[in-house]
T-cell receptor
Framework: AQSVTQLGSHVSVSEGALVLLRCNYS??????LFWYVQYPNQGLQLLLK??????LVKGINGFEAEFKKSETSFHLTKPSAHMSDAAEYFC??????????????FGTGTQLKVEL | GAVVSQHPSRVICKSGTSVKIECRSL??????MFWYRQFPKQSLMLMAT?????????EQGVEKDKFLINHASLTLSTLTVTSAHPEDSSFYIC?????????????FGPGTRLTVT
């Protein structure tokens, strides 16, 4: 079974400050890991993903995340927050399905608030 | 590329009626589509996995007779909520897996807000 834990349902940062959103996972097989962003009343947009290879992955909008197997973590960071980053962020882990495809398991989400 | 649309974006229906939600991959073919449900301020819960030309696979606890899924073509999957009740009010999101790409690539639609009165 797979699971994702996002520490902190709400995170508030000042504009220009570092953004750190935490994600820990549990998986019995090597995981695929994802961060998605959701703006109000919209679907999910992929920020970045880790599958294999380099453990530091860069995504859109200046976000990056580092896969740390020893810590079972995949924390999302951005050096300098912008007002437009205010949104809900979901970490997800994936496992392969028999016959192809994959099944995503989402964390409970972290609401990021950016203040002036 | 890899755009997924949903129609309608919002729908209000009366209790006891049925409502159909469409999920389309606009610029790619999808063998597999997924349907999620999201309650306010909560995460996405997978309801079912829809494979083109075969029956959908439902997650535990999801009533297959209430949430009918049809994946009739490589670009269209539909979710029909039958005999809707107020507790079915929710945000429904679909995603699609692109043929020929990595097994991990899912593209999400913008969601459908269902309100049952």
């Amino acid at each position: 079974a797979q699971s994702v834990t996002q520490l902190g349902s709400h995170v508030s940062v000042s504009e220009g400050a570092l953004v750190l959103l935490r994600c820990n996972y549990s998986s019995s097989v090597p995981p695929y890991l994802f961060w998605y962003v959701q703006y109000p009343n919209q679907g999910l947009q992929l920020l970045l993903k880790y599958t294999t290879g380099a453990t530091l992955v860069k995504g859109i909008n200046g976000f990056e995340a580092e896969f740390k197997k020893s810590e079972t973590s995949f924390h999302l960071t951005k050096p300098s927050a912008h007002m437009s980053d205010a949104a809900e962020y979901f970490c997800a882990v994936s496992r392969a399905l028999t016959g192809g495809g994959n099944k995503l398991t989402f964390g409970t989400g972290t609401q990021l608030k950016v203040e002036l | 590329g890899a755009v997924v649309s949903q129609h309608p974006s919002r729908v209000i229906c009366k209790s006891g009626t049925s409502v159909k939600i469409e999920c389309r991959s606009l610029d790619f073919q999808a063998t597999t589509m997924f349907w999620y449900r999201q309650f306010p301020k909560q995460s996405l819960m997978l309801m079912a996995t829809s494979n083109e030309g075969s029956k959908a696979t439902y997650e535990q606890g999801v009533e297959k007779d209430k949430f009918l899924i049809n994946h009739a073509s490589l670009t269209l999957s539909t979710l029909t909520v039958t005999s809707a009740h107020p507790e079915d009010s929710s945000f429904y999101i679909c995603s699609a897996r692109r043929i020929g790409r990595g097994a991990y690539e899912q593209y999400f639609g913008p969601g459908t807000r269902l309100t049952v009165t």
